[in-house]
């Protein structure tokens, strides 16, 4: 009997060395969704639950021949971009996604902390806008990454619907505004536009502070969009799998903070 031959996967992003987010969540992700995970790693840091005490940003001529490996031998159907530190590794890995056109690509602006720190600079910011985002099948961006990405605050509902219409003029294909940020009340209303569709989906808002949450759900739905899935759908399935990740997660670290638990999500109740 022939093996089968699995579309891939591949995150382009930073390794986490506690486990829980970065690269390690996104090669889980893939693998509960039996997407085979490729990876080209763009940071590394020293991290655990209790937060990041080092970032490494390994030299460009490596990160190019990361990517060109995984473009060389593999069918690669969707690509999930995460923690990118500069602008010169955002043109790189944007020169990368034009020359090798990916079917899809998920672009999670990884740009504030936990703490609500900016993680980038504001030349890595302006290329974010405006080499990677306008090759993004798919932009999910938090509250603050989509106020920093616009220059304007993000309060009510109302900001948030007209938020998403300001994402998708930046060039993006659809846009995914995470709700997790907004204050509205007893749930998490993530906000789907694409220009055409409209979406909203509603989950309870659950009492844990998690880990890991952002880069599961872009490389979900870079999974689920290699499984053939629409966008919306995708984009659904992957809000699903997250919230029974939530549901089922744990406390590995010696913090407070939960880490999805994936291979738990893979299985619907």
Do not use: W
């Not at 390994?58 to 159907?77: G, V």
Request: hydrophobic share 45%; glycine share 8%.
């Amino acid at each position: 009997m022939t093996p089968s031959s699995p579309v891939s996967a591949l995150t382009i992003a930073g390794s986490d060395s506690g486990g829980g987010a970065g690269i390690q969540a996104d090669l889980k992700a893939f693998a509960a969704h039996r997407v085979h995970g490729l990876s080209a790693i763009a940071a590394l840091t020293a991290q655990n639950t209790r937060g990041v005490t080092a970032v490494h940003v390994p030299p460009l001529e490596f990160l190019q021949a990361q990517i060109d490996a995984c473009f060389a031998d593999f069918d690669i159907h969707a690509v999930k971009l995460g923690m990118l530190a500069n602008a010169e590794v955002i043109g790189l890995v944007a020169d990368a996604l034009e020359k090798h056109r990916p079917p899809h690509v998920v672009l999670d602006p990884v740009m504030v902390a936990t703490s609500g720190a900016k993680l980038l600079e504001d030349a890595a910011l302006k290329a974010m806008r405006t080499r990677l985002v306008p090759l993004a099948t798919l932009l999910t961006p938090n509250t603050p990454e989509a106020e920093l990405l616009l220059g304007r605050r993000i309060v009510t509902a109302e900001d948030a619907e007209d938020a998403a219409d300001a994402l998708l003029e930046l060039g993006a294909g659809a846009v995914l505004l995470k709700g997790g940020h907004l204050d509205e009340g007893s749930r998490v209303i993530d906000r789907y536009f694409d220009g055409v569709t409209r979406d909203e989906f509603i989950h309870a808002r659950l009492p844990v502070d998690a880990h890991g949450t952002g880069c599961t759900l872009a490389s979900a739905i870079a999974a689920q969009l290699c499984q053939g899935l629409s966008l919306p759908n995708a984009c659904e399935a992957a809000i699903d799998y997250v919230a029974r990740g939530l549901q089922s997660g744990y406390y590995p670290g010696r913090s407070e903070v939960l880490v999805i638990d994936h291979f738990g999500a893979a299985r619907p109740a």
